[in-house]
Nanobody, 122 residues
Framework: QVQLVESGGGLVQPGGSLRLSCAAS????????MSWFRQTPGKERELVAG??????????NYEGFAKGRFTISRDDDQNTMYLQMNNLKLEDTAVYYC?????????????WGQGTQVTVSS
């Protein structure tokens, strides 16, 4: 059974930093594509950043608002993905979710964590 558990959210002042973690079980983070999404009330969930599997050379991609401020990474030994968020802005307030996409025998499976709240406020 695949389980993704996010942690690291909290309350931070504008300009501050947080590091989110997504601990995986039942799946290897190095073998699947993983990403961070976020969602605010009344809005659709939006992509923040993604990181490819080892097969995809671990390539990373970022949405415009995340470039230069956020860094996605993973620790294969800890089987955990991270999102380092620096210079946080009020508009970064959201619930952050991690997602894993596994493709086996041409079948795609998606897994989501339960989310972690990030609140940027003065």
């Amino acid at each position: 059974q695949v389980q993704l558990v996010e942690s690291g959210g909290g309350l931070v002042q504008p300009g501050g930093s947080l590091r989110l973690s997504c601990a995986a079980s039942g799946i290897s983070v190095s073998s699947v594509g993983m990403s961070w999404f976020r969602q605010t009330p009344g809005k659709e969930r939006e992509l923040v950043a993604g990181i490819a599997s080892n097969r995809g050379h671990g390539l990373t991609n970022y949405e415009g608002f995340a470039k230069g401020r956020f860094t996605i990474s993973r620790d294969d030994d800890q089987n955990t993905m991270y999102l380092q968020m620096n210079n946080l802005k009020l508009e970064d307030t959201a619930v952050y979710y991690c997602k894993a996409v596994s493709v086996i025998n041409y079948q795609t499976s998606e897994y989501w964590g339960q989310g972690t709240q990030v609140t940027v406020s003065s």
